[in-house]
């Protein structure tokens, strides 16, 4: 029987964060202010192995997940991540498998990671300017960079490759016209995503969020768009296609249209929490179970007793006042 929450909404996503280390310091996700030398990053034995992330997400395929998505932090940053790639895409029933990365070491490790089973990915990247992106990912490195990343993706066969940016009013807003015109005709899919209140380091306001509706507006003053059906029911972006049949685009209006009423997502940290909302408190605390010497069985009912009650619908309810409220960061357990 296939697992619901209060809502009745399935569990069929997982993300898994691999790592809560990252390469860049972006403004909106990881502020340096925050994350400087001396934050205390999770110590290597405190993070969960490949072979108990395999373990689980076999358990929670068995429950019907059928989509993994791996995350950080910046999950290329940990070693042989292409081994962990290779022990999930063996999972039999796991219908997709992907990844999510800031690029800058994809070049490198695009064609293992393809061999070891990934068949897509999605690249963050927030402007084509060399300074804008720069500056929101305060790390020094540039825009080529990640173009190179996305090459190698490309090279390597993996397909679609999604860009993800974040746009934030007044820092990269005056550039989204450029990502999807450079992107255009590609068959690469840019996904533009409303600025969200994730965590709580990042000092949020709804003044910052440039709503989709705007991103819409400006793209099709210049390339017109006509929407476009959603692949499949619950898809966290609109699609919009270019009317003479260019491409795609897509929207993520999670402020100002939130889609919590099909969100089947869960997400486990690297050290083993798992949280049932991106802007959760609590995670629940499935490491121990690991190493406590847990049966799949047990480790099968704690993922049932967490789901069935599971009652998140954040974006629905968010106001300035929830804004400001304790979150996991968004590094502890990705986007
Ligand atoms: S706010 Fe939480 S419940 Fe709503 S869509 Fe986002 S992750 Fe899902």
Redesign the pocket.
């Known amino acids: 029987m296939t697992l619901q929450d209060r809502f009745e909404r399935p569990l069929r996503d997982l993300r898994i964060s691999v790592t809560d280390r990252c390469n860049f310091r972006c403004t909106y996700c990881m502020p340096r202010e925050v994350f400087g030398p001396d934050y205390a990053f999770l110590q290597r034995d405190a993070i969960l192995t490949y072979e108990e992330i395999a373990r689980l997400a076999r358990v929670f395929v068995a429950h019907g997940v059928e989509k993994i998505r791996l995350t950080g932090g910046e999950p290329l940053v940990r070693r042989h991540l292409h081994g962990l790639v290779s022990m999930l895409s063996d999972i039999e029933g796991l219908q997709d498998l992907t990844l999510t990365t800031n690029g800058s070491l994809l070049k490198a490790q695009a064609q293992g990671l393809r061999d070891a089973g990934l068949k897509r990915i999605t690249v963050s990247l927030d402007s084509l300017d060399d300074e804008v992106f720069m500056r929101m990912n305060d790390s020094g490195v540039g825009v080529a960079t990640v173009l190179e990343g996305i090459a190698g993706a490309e090279a390597a066969g993996l397909s679609p490759i999604k860009i993800n940016a974040v746009v934030k009013r007044g820092e990269n807003d005056h550039t989204i016209v450029d990502l999807a015109r450079h992107f255009r005709g590609t068959g690469h899919i840019v996904r533009f995503i409303e600025f969200m209140d994730v965590g709580s380091t990042n000092g949020w306001q709804m003044e910052h969020v440039v709503t989709a509706r705007e991103i819409v507006e400006l793209i099709n003053a210049e390339m017109p768009l006509e929407p476009a059906e959603p692949n499949y029911r619950g898809e966290v972006a609109q699609r919009w296609r270019y009317v003479d049949g260019s491409g795609e685009i897509g929207v993520i209006a ?1 402020i100002t249209q ?3 009423g099909d ?1 089947t ?1 869960a997400r486990l940290s690297a050290e083993g929490q798992l949280y049932t ?3 959760g408190v609590r995670g629940h605390d499935f490491r121990s179970l690991l190493r406590g010497g847990a049966t799949d069985e047990e480790i099968s009912a704690a993922i049932a007793k967490v789901w069935k009650v599971r009652d ?5 309810i968010r106001t300035s006042e929830t804004a400001s409220l304790p979150k996991v960061e968004m590094s502890h357990i990705g986007g």
């Not at 998140?312 to 629905?316: A, F, G």
């Open positions: 999670s939130p889609f919590c969100c997502r909302c991106l802007f998140d619908r954040y974006s629905e």
